[in-house]
């Protein structure tokens, strides 16, 4: 079938929206027509090259919508189910997902050549095979994944609010409530406040923190953290060290939650000095391929017993948390409206980045019909 998506082609091009070659899917796949789709800071990454994946290549990974189609061998799916795409698959057979992590399923290791699990291509262009985004390619009408990144979801949920539930609401919500492990009374500073951050600021909230402290250089974005539950704000993290000194009587905050843009081995020192005796940095937001070095005081580290860990996709089980937290959006414990801060077609996908960069977007969703 004839289908629309946003495909990069080279490196620091815009977003190119054209008609591509949809197959059908084979065995364990499924051909869904996409809703909506969030727009994660991840796809700018293949746009500059941080994230070095195999081009031409569609992007999106924060996607839901409604299955069309079912290869052989899909038993649990069926024509007019609603899915919401996990942005990592998650098999349930291999030793991360049977120990309750599937957030760091065997099959993500697959992700970077952006082909079908089998290895070959259903999506084509100009006579080329193109790569998907996570295995999924959300910036498209349509798509055909593996039954692995599906999560089947009720039909009342509205798909351009679900959408987000595939990335940046799990990813955030989980830094906080799973990597971080925030505790009731618990000082927690989120830097960064864009769809991750907010959303660690929701999940911070919810565990029972007495504080959170959102720090971000835009002043919208610091609005916006306080609608989601920071009870503080700095504009950089240079302005909150003595802030968070004050507030804290010097003990400095519990939790440390890294969910800036781009990831910077240079400000790691800053954040792990914001953090308290036995206090835990968790780095969620992706640095550039290529950064090898961080600098930070590493006496610091050994004195304070500080932790210093990384958190993909919220460090859960998304077939377990996506359904948990559509229930806390359901009962008004958790904002997913608030997230949206404009909707734009597919071919508005580049004013989307264009808002992301200049930071007038929370999040920006593409809804498609
Ligand atoms: N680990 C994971 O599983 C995972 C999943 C999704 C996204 N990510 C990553 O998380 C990061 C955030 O994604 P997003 O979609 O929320 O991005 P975003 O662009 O929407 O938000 C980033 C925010 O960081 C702020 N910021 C930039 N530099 C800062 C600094 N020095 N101090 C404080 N704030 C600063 C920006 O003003 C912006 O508000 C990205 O790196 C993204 O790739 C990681
Ligand atoms: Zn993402
Ligand atoms: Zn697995």
């Not at 036995?278 to 992706?286: A, C, E, F, K």
């Amino acid at each position: 079938m004839k289908t629309k998506a946003a495909i990069l082609w080279e490196v620091n091009t815009p977003w190119s929206v054209e008609e591509i070659e949809l197959d059908p899917p084979k065995p364990g796949e499924v051909l869904v027509k996409i809703a909506a789709s969030g727009m994660c800071h991840s796809d700018e990454h293949l746009m500059t090259g941080d994230l070095p994946f195999a081009l031409p290549i569609i992007g999106g990974h924060e996607g839901a919508g409604v299955v069309q189609e079912v290869g052989e061998g899909v038993s649990w799916l069926a024509p007019g189910d609603h899915v919401v795409f996990g942005f990592i698959p998650s098999c349930g057979r291999c030793p991360s997902c049977s120990t309750g992590h599937s957030n760091l399923c065997d099959l993500g290791a697959l992700m970077g050549l952006g082909r079908q699990i089998d290895g070959t291509a259903r999506h084509h262009a100009k006579g080329t095979d193109l790569g998907l985004m996570c295995m999924l390619g959300t910036f498209a009408h349509h798509t055909v994944v593996n039954e692995a990144s599906c999560i089947k979801i009720d039909k009342d949920v509205p798909l351009d609010r679900a959408c987000l539930l595939g990335c940046g609401v799990v990813t955030g919500w989980g830094s906080a409530v799973y990597a971080a492990e925030v505790k009731p009374g618990d000082t927690v500073a989120v830097v960064g406040v864009g769809g991750i951050g907010a959303n660690a600021i929701q999940g911070a909230k919810l565990a029972g923190a007495k504080r959170v402290i959102a720090i971000d250089p835009v002043e919208f974005k610091r609005e916006k953290a306080m609608e989601f539950g920071a009870t503080h704000t700095f504009s950089s993290m240079e302005e909150a060290l003595p802030g968070i000194q004050e507030l804290t009587w010097g003990t400095m905050a519990n939790k440390v939650i890294m969910t800036m843009g781009v990831g910077s081995g240079e400000v790691i020192g800053s954040a792990m000095a914001l953090a308290a005796k036995r206090g835990r940095v968790v780095v969620t937001n992706i640095h550039p391929a290529l950064e090898y070095s961080a600098s930070m005081s590493l006496l610091d580290l050994t004195l304070m017993e500080k932790q210093l860990v990384g958190s993909l996709f919220g460090s859960g089980n998304p077939r377990a948390d996506i359904p948990k937290l559509i229930g806390l959006y359901r009962e008004g414990q958790l904002d997913l409206d608030g997230l949206v801060t404009t909707e734009y077609t597919l071919d508005g996908v580049n004013d989307g980045y264009d808002a992301m960069r200049a930071g007038t977007n929370l999040r920006g969703v593409m809804k498609y019909d």
